[in-house]
């Protein structure tokens, strides 16, 4: 995944293993988004739940289930596969979560910047 103008959101050990932390909005760097890490690697992805456009978490950094193999939103309790943020089970089977271009880069984790 290509990412030209970088922001940095963080370092990667500063998301817990196996789980998710919430970023933004930093008007003019960013927009609202979460990272959920696995290992060595994240995924990133818009604060938004597709169903309604609505923010999927319900309390600061919740994005997964109660076993931590999906997201999950807090809404209607749409469930998403972490690695494409396709939903799985839910009032919005099919669509997914809009990915954030990213990469990690010596330990530290970009995205795209805003504008
Ligand atoms: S708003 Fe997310 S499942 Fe309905």
């Given at each position: 995944m290509s990412v030209t103008a970088r922001a940095a959101l963080c370092r990667l050990e500063e998301i817990e293993e196996g789980g998710a932390r919430e970023f933004g909005p930093e008007p003019g760097r960013f927009l609202?988004?979460?990272a959920v890490r696995r290992g060595?690697?994240?995924v990133v992805y818009e604060k938004c739940c597709p169903h309604l456009g609505v923010p999927l978490n319900w309390a600061?950094?919740?994005?997964?289930d109660a076993r931590r193999r999906h997201i999950l939103c807090g809404t209607h309790?749409?469930?998403?596969r972490v690695e494409d943020g396709v939903c799985v089970r839910?009032?919005?089977v099919g669509a997914a979560l809009t990915p954030v271009p990213h990469r990690v880069e010596n330990g530290v984790v970009l995205?795209?910047?805003e504008g």
């Open positions: 609202s988004m979460f060595d690697t994240v600061p950094d919740r994005f997964l309790g749409a469930l998403f839910g009032p919005c995205v795209a910047q």
